[in-house]
Structure formats: structure tokens, C-alpha cells
T-cell receptor, first 113, second 114 residues
């Protein structure tokens, strides 16, 4: 079945550091890939997405590229801010059936000033 | 624009009591609807999903149930809560492939069972 594996956290960085959160997936067919962010006490917000190989999703300075050859969708940001502190979830969605999302376990990111 | 509501925002219930959590979506028609649970410090577990009125699929056998009495209303219920039912419950919707396939989440309900 489909699965998503994220790098284990927590991750602690200083402000303006470079961020990478690794995400790899196992899926049949050609899934859509997503990164969601969850701020404390809130629901999940879609951060970015990619629907086919070599697509690059980007939003708020974050980027991720759909790499089919390595089955990866790593999240990157060149210079993080304190306000980026949150839990980040990688997810995939089958393009068939009920489009259920399969999530990674989440990575807690803390940015220190 | 579309919005999704969940209530209540927080709930504290004794073991053995019933549960009813409600989710409604505005500004769209025929959405797929989903219930997830997030245990403390963990990822998200899909509990139920629905592709139409009265159509419910269960992902995890447990003492919870779901219903969809109207197109944009999704209800999560239990007759008798267990301690292990504590968690953060999230409702989500999608228009599926036609809408880009991403799911949009509500603000969540934090349930504590004592």
C-alpha cells in the first residue's frame, strides 16, 4: 500500500538557517504530493503541492520538487524565521478512488531567534 | 469561497458518555468528507470518509461511527467513549481530482476523555 516516511524530529534551527525536511514515499501509480503545516492548536494548512513528476511546489519561501526517480518530495527553505515554527506533514494522495491522504508522521520544527 | 466549520472546539467527557462532533462545509457542493484523529505527538489517522450523502467508509474498526445526513454535513459519534478516544479530531473536505486533489482542514476539536 501507499506510505510516506519523513525525517524524524524534532528539528531545531537558528533564524535565517537553511531548512531541509526529507520526505520519501511508496505508491502505485502517480500520486499527488503535498506538504501541510500545523501551527499549535490549529488544524492543518496546505503549504504546497505537486501533481506530477518534476513539478515544483512553492509557497511562502518553501519549495519541494516531485522526484519520481528517487520517490522523494523534500521540503526546503533558504532562510527560516521564528514564525515558521510548526509541525510539518508530508502526504500523498492517490489519483483514484476517494483521494484519501496518507500522511507521514510529522516533523516538529522550532526556530530560535 | 469555501469554509469548513467544526464544533465544539474543545470537549471534556467522562468515560462511557456519548459523543457527537459536527463538521459542516460552506461554499461547495458534493465534496468528499473525511474524519481524522491526531493523538498527542503523533501523526494523523484517517477514521472515516464519505463520497456522498449516506455513504460512509470506515478505515479503522473501533467504537466510533460517522454519518452524513446532508451533502455538506459530516458527524462523528460514539455511544460510549473510551480513554483511548482522547485526541484532536480534524474534519477535511476535497473536491477530488476536479479541485486539484488537495484536502482542506477544519480547525479541529480537542477531545479529552477522563
Amino acid at each position: 500500500g501507499n506510505s510516506v516516511t519523513q525525517m524524524e524530529g524534532p528539528v531545531t534551527l537558528s533564524e535565517e538557517a537553511f531548512l531541509t525536511i526529507n520526505c520519501t514515499y511508496t505508491a502505485t501509480g502517480y500520486p499527488s504530493l503535498f506538504w501541510y503545516v500545523q501551527y499549535p492548536g490549529e488544524g492543518l494548512q496546505l503549504l504546497l503541492k505537486a501533481t506530477k513528476a518534476d513539478d515544483k511546489g512553492s509557497n511562502k519561501g518553501f519549495e519541494a520538487t516531485y522526484r519520481k526517480e528517487t520517490t522523494s518530495f523534500h521540503l526546503e527553505k533558504g532562510s527560516v524565521q521564528v514564525s515558521d515554527s510548526a509541525v510539518y506533514f508530508c502526504a500523498l494522495s492517490s489519483t483514484q478512488g476517494a483521494q484519501k491522504l496518507v500522511f507521514g508522521q510529522g516533523t516538529r520544527l522550532t526556530i530560535n531567534p | 469561497s469555501q469554509t469548513i466549520h467544526q464544533w465544539p472546539a474543545t470537549l471534556v467527557q467522562p468515560v462511557g458518555s456519548p459523543l457527537s462532533l459536527e463538521c459542516t462545509v460552506e461554499g461547495t457542493s458534493n465534496p468528499n468528507l473525511y474524519w481524522y484523529r491526531q493523538a498527542a505527538g503523533r501523526g494523523l489517522q484517517l477514521l472515516f470518509y464519505s463520497v456522498g450523502i449516506g455513504q460512509i467508509s470506515s478505515e479503522v474498526p473501533q467504537n466510533l461511527s460517522a454519518s452524513r445526513p446532508q451533502d455538506r454535513q459530516f458527524i462523528l459519534s460514539s455511544k460510549k467513549l473510551l480513554l483511548s478516544d482522547s485526541g484532536f479530531y480534524l474534519c477535511a473536505w476535497t473536491l477530488g481530482l476536479a479541485g486539484g486533489n488537495e484536502q482542506f482542514f477544519g480547525p479541529g476539536t480537542r477531545l479529552t476523555v477522563l
